[in-house]
């Protein structure tokens, strides 16, 4: 029978960098990002309702998504922002949920890993065989996310606090990966995962 697992972790924990090692060990990968781009292609209802609530400006002229556009509209704003979530989460987890229920319905015997950063924030949990979270000590995922986006320390500071604490990821999840030294630590910490999956 079918496993799929679900991955998550704080902003900057290093959550690509595990899932990249799981497609490097040829298990089947998905990623929630990829979804959240798929649902508002040209064609599709997401564009048709984002374009409905905030006009055509947030349109390319080959009549793409302006991300950018958008992002400035919506970030700035917190009701701005609630009515692109209303829009675009439950064509998100609807995609998510065809997914899991696919992957589960399959005779062969694969394991899945399907990343989604705000799993435990979006109830998704429940819907996955276990799942695993990228741990990192929080003084690290502050430096990280400074250098890695370029981000001043109050900036950096204001991202992770948006988020479920990495603690509390920890606390929820069936398995963790501790991802708070180099990679020879994190490869250790992956090859002592899998064969409790």
Known sequence: MSKIYGLTGGIASGKSTVLNLFRHNKFIVYD?????????????????????????????????????KLSSIVFSDRDELDKLDKITRPLIKKEILQTVAEVKRSTEKTISIFEIPLLFEGNY????????????????????????????K??????????????EKKERADFVIDNSEDLAHLQDEFSRLIPQL
């Open 32 to 68: 929630a990002d990829y979804v959240a781009r798929d649902v508002v292609k040209v064609g599709t209802l997401g564009l048709k309702q984002i374009t409905q609530q905030f006009g055509e400006q947030v349109l390319l002229p080959d009549g793409n998504l302006n991300r950018r």
């Open 125 to 152: 949990q429940n819907y996955f065989d276990g799942v695993i979270s990228v741990y990192v000590e929080p003084q690290i995922q502050l430096h990280r996310l400074m250098r890695r986006n370029a981000l001043s």
């Open 154 to 167: 109050e900036v950096a500071l204001e991202q992770i606090n948006s988020q479920m604490s990495m603690y």
